[in-house]
């Protein structure tokens, strides 16, 4: 268990404002440290700092000193152990965390303890921005609807996350109408290095996150390192455990030179993404330096660094600067706190200064971006990394409505190439949509909305269209979902919300919204006419994410481009332009306006910037962000530290983890006479397995929320649903694209073996409990490949699946497994279930050892006499203690009974 730290004579301190602030010397611990990339030492000092030779290991020390350039994946397989020094929740992922955190406390209480134990060990954050829609746009009351009907669709969930935020100690959330979960992170939440209570004085580490959501990497443009994980690993932090990773290569991304001065971050950003998609950075890491990266704002790097999961890195990082430090500043961080980061970073060379090349540290591999040689781009019609300039966009999207079909064809036949239809609107007119006509033109999402020059830049292009009588045709829904009350407060003082409006691009809400398929509805004329003629109809948004389907159905190409470039292709009506040569429309004297004529330049944007955006207004702002909206202050909740479940609820319900549970280590058994639930193939993901997207009608979800009188119309998604394992159970492995080898079709059904009848898979898995038989199952390569997501592991231990027999895992759903008390067992190399003649209608029996379980032992399973030898994947000591408990939420109970 549990040690001494090895490394605690490594510890300094120096003396501020009377306070002795301690700290771990990285430097001299060995002279290696100075060639480290700047991201490997913030894993280093978290190794550092938490050894304690159980959860973080010596050798993990050493791992990551000995990093080098010259590492490869999959040829050095470091893995390591790192403590994040907190966790960031949005409201889809971070409901099933409360959930569980509420059941624990019940479970804790059930077996005499003190419930007021269970609480995050970690700090943890909780913004609620993923449930607002825009269902009304183009409108002065369209925010005050929004959030309405926002407040009304999930006023249960609402009210259970409020009784968190009461309940749980260490834990915030903070409230629906606030702003998006990144930005918050950016300009409140994020602490840039972390100050706790230590014996004789304070203790200084890093701040580092992870957090249940792809976009938390954009918080490494503050130089904070963090990137996304699934539910069991951000609740595993919460709880004070380690992650496991694998050591990453580092990619040195070089900037220098400057950007032109009619070119935008998000040009820039659309750039790096489609270059580092096309270099191949999946599972590394990507850092920044060149004196190229002293020329941008810190919510320039933000938004780099929030398209990460775009080109695939694990995290795009940029050292802290001094430049780091004035954002702090502007953003009402407090003098006295930003000179003591200043200190600690000086004295652990963790301050950087690009512009000094000595500082450059050694990378596995370098690339080099001349920001001059940006241009303005869009990404599209279906891929973020798919960048496309403005000036190639006529020609490019006309190649792309001929093309086959794919990432960049529609495959429109040439007799079709002209076709439009028309539609009366509400003003009496009748107006005309052909392919490349906008639908949808939004100015959203976390990637460009915490942006000042962009939306400023926005803002001033309104106005010098309104100016010159421009307009946008009513049809096309435009909206502005700002990623907090800061971008609202200076897009007033500096005068453009009403150009803004003018033109239709009213304030919507605060969230994740249009980016994530929160579009809401298009008016049913337009939906008509699209349908009717088989239209390329567009969506143009700020956003990171423009995969078919996900914006909305009816809009078939979808392209991210920068605020400004919104209003302009929402002015033009149609993507289908060359800007150079064509006009916008025209002013009052019948004078043709071109995009230049209004296009402001960046010193023009950036006048107006320094003159507005201050620290008076995140202060304003941010002092009373915990107080919410009158919706959310009259939500009348429990004031009982244990959550007061409701058996009638259909989206928060007391998971079943921990019945029968006992304060007594449960005692071990082998598994016997276990059926084979699913018999698959290899490259099985978390999104085969995990319930997302609608709930199918004819689904067992769906017959669930029937018999509760649940019409279809209210059955929500999956997503909203997350609070509840008994939707969730039924949804395990519901994708309509699984292959089970037991049966013949493809799709969510399977065999009960001893009846030979097919059916859904949750009913075979209950047929199976009532017979009291285990279940396992036996599966191909890269099992639970893909994002990590908890209900990948929660969902089969629900359907009683107590092994998986696979050829090999993904390392992070291994891990998920093991969080669950499932048991990962691995084919001896060159073995697989087509070799051992296996064909998933056996018995098994699994030799599980009562005791002196070692990590990584050989496993006997016996399948209806055909005898094979196994790799137990328990890879450490951490996970057999996970194991003998049930799983990591059992292991903390009982941590917390004694």
Request: negative net charge; aromatic residues 8%.
């Amino acid at each position: 268990m549990a040690g001494l730290n090895p490394f605690a004579q490594f510890q300094k301190s120096f003396a501020n404002g009377g306070v002795e602030y301690k700290y771990f010397d990285l430097a001299s611990i060995d002279p290696k440290y100075d060639q480290l990339p700047y991201s490997i030492r913030i894993l280093l000092e978290s190794a550092v700092r938490n050894c304690d030779n159980f959860h973080v290991l010596e050798k993990d020390v050493q791992s990551i000193l000995s990093w080098t350039p010259d590492l490869k994946q999959g040829q050095n397989d470091v893995e390591v152990s790192f403590k994040p020094a907190r966790v960031i929740l949005q409201d889809f992922t971070g409901v099933p965390a409360v959930v569980d955190f509420a059941a624990m406390r019940t479970a804790v209480y059930g077996l005499n303890g003190d419930p007021e134990k269970i609480n995050p060990i970690c700090p943890a954050d909780l913004v609620i921005d993923h449930s607002v829609q825009v269902d009304f746009s183009r409108t002065a009351d369209a925010l005050s609807k929004n959030q309405n009907l926002e407040f009304e669709r999930n006023k249960e969930r609402f009210t259970f996350l409020k009784w968190g935020a009461r309940a749980f100690n260490n834990m915030l959330i903070v409230p629906p109408g606030s702003g998006i979960v990144h930005q918050v992170n950016l300009e409140y939440l994020a602490r840039v290095v972390f100050e706790a209570d230590a014996e004789g004085g304070k203790i200084l580490y890093p701040d580092s996150v992870v957090g249940t959501d792809s976009h938390t990497t954009m918080i490494n443009g503050l130089g904070v390192l963090g990137w996304g994980v699934g539910g069991i690993e951000a609740e595993a932090v919460m709880l004070g455990q380690s992650i496991s990773m694998l050591l990453p290569e580092v990619i040195g991304y070089k900037l220098v030179g400057k950007l032109g001065p009619l070119v935008t971050s998000t040009d820039l950003v659309l750039t790096i993404t489609k270059h580092l998609r096309q270099l191949g950075v999946v599972g590394k890491f990507v850092e920044f330096y060149g004196p190229g990266v002293a020329e941008l704002s810190i919510a320039d790097r933000a938004t780099i660094s929030n398209m990460c999961p775009e080109y695939g890195a694990t995290v795009g990082y940029f050292p802290i600067d001094e430049n780091t430090l004035s954002y702090m500043k502007q953003t009402n961080r407090s003098e006295k706190k930003i000179d003591i980061i200043r200190q600690y970073l000086k004295a652990t060379r963790q301050l950087r200064d690009y512009s000094n090349e000595s500082q450059d540290p050694k990378f596995t591999q370098s690339i080099t971006l001349d920001l001059s040689t940006v241009v303005t781009s869009v990404s599209g019609p279906k891929r973020p990394h798919d960048r496309v300039s403005v000036s190639e966009m006529k020609k490019d999207f006309r190649s792309c409505l001929v093309s086959p079909v794919g990432f960049k064809g529609f495959a429109i036949s040439s007799d079709a190439l002209e076709a439009s239809g028309q539609f009366q609107w509400d003003d009496g007119k009748s107006y005309t949509i052909k392919h490349g006509s906008v639908v949808i033109a939004a100015i959203t999402s976390c990637t460009n909305t915490s942006n000042p020059s962009v939306m400023l830049g926005a803002g001033m292009l309104a106005k010098k269209a309104v100016e010159k009588g421009l307009s946008i045709m009513p049809y096309i829904k435009t909206s502005l979902s700002p990623g907090s009350g800061v971008v609202t407060y200076y897009l007033k003082e500096s005068g453009v919300i009403p150009y803004l409006e003018q033109l239709g691009f009213n304030i919507v809400g605060y969230g994740c919204m249009t980016c994530i398929g929160n579009s809401g509805p298009l008016d049913e004329n337009v939906v008509n006419t699209i349908e009717k003629n088989g239209l390329v109809c567009c969506g143009v948004l700020s956003g990171n994410r423009n995969f078919e389907g996900r914006i909305h159905p009816n809009t078939r190409a979808n392209y991210l481009a920068s605020p400004l470039l919104v209003i302009a292709y929402a002015i033009a009506g149609r993507v289908d332009i060359d800007f150079e040569t064509e006009p916008l429309g025209t002013d009052a004297n019948g004078e043709n306006v071109y995009l230049r004529d209004i296009w402001p330049t960046r010193s023009e944007i950036q006048e107006v910037e320094n003159k507005h955006v201050i620290p008076a207004m995140f202060q304003e702002v941010y002092s009373k962000i915990e107080l919410g909206s009158e919706d959310w202050q009259t939500l009348e909740v429990s004031e009982d530290k244990l959550y007061p479940w409701n058996e009638e609820s259909t989206y928060i319900k007391r998971p079943p983890f921990f019945e029968g549970m006992t304060r007594e280590l449960p005692k071990l058994n082998s598994i016997k006479s276990a059926r084979c639930l699913l018999f698959l193939g290899d490259s099985v993901t978390t999104d085969h397995i995990s319930p997302a997207g609608s709930i199918a009608r004819n689904s067992p979800a769906a017959r669930f929320l029937s018999e509760r009188k649940l019409t279809s119309k209210d059955f929500n998604s999956y997503g909203s649903r997350r609070g509840n394992d008994a939707i969730m159970a039924r949804g395990t492995f519901a994708n309509i694209r699984l292959v089970n080898k037991l049966i013949t079709k493809t799709g969510p059904r399977t065999i009960h073996i001893p009846s030979q009848e097919e059916m859904d898979i949750f009913d075979c898995a209950e047929r199976y409990r009532e017979e009291g038989t285990p279940l396992v199952l036996v599966v191909g390569k890269d099992y639970g490949s893909g994002s990590s997501r908890d209900w990948a592991a929660k969902g089969p231990f629900l359907l009683g699946i107590k092994a998986v027999i696979a050829e090999s895992y993904e390392r992070i759903h291994r891990s998920n497994l093991v969080g669950m008390g499932i048991v990962p067992l691995q084919f001896l190399p060159g073995q697989n279930a087509e070799s051992l003649n296996l064909n998933g209608r056996e018995q098994y029996n699994i030799n599980i050892p009562t005791d002196n379980i070692k990590p990584g032992q050989k496993i006997q399973v016996e399948a209806d006499g055909n005898v094979f030898e196994t790799i137990l994947r328990f890879d450490t000591e951490v996970d057999i203690e996970y194991y003998r408990n049930g799983g990591i939420l059992n292991y903390m109970i009982r941590k917390m009974l004694h």
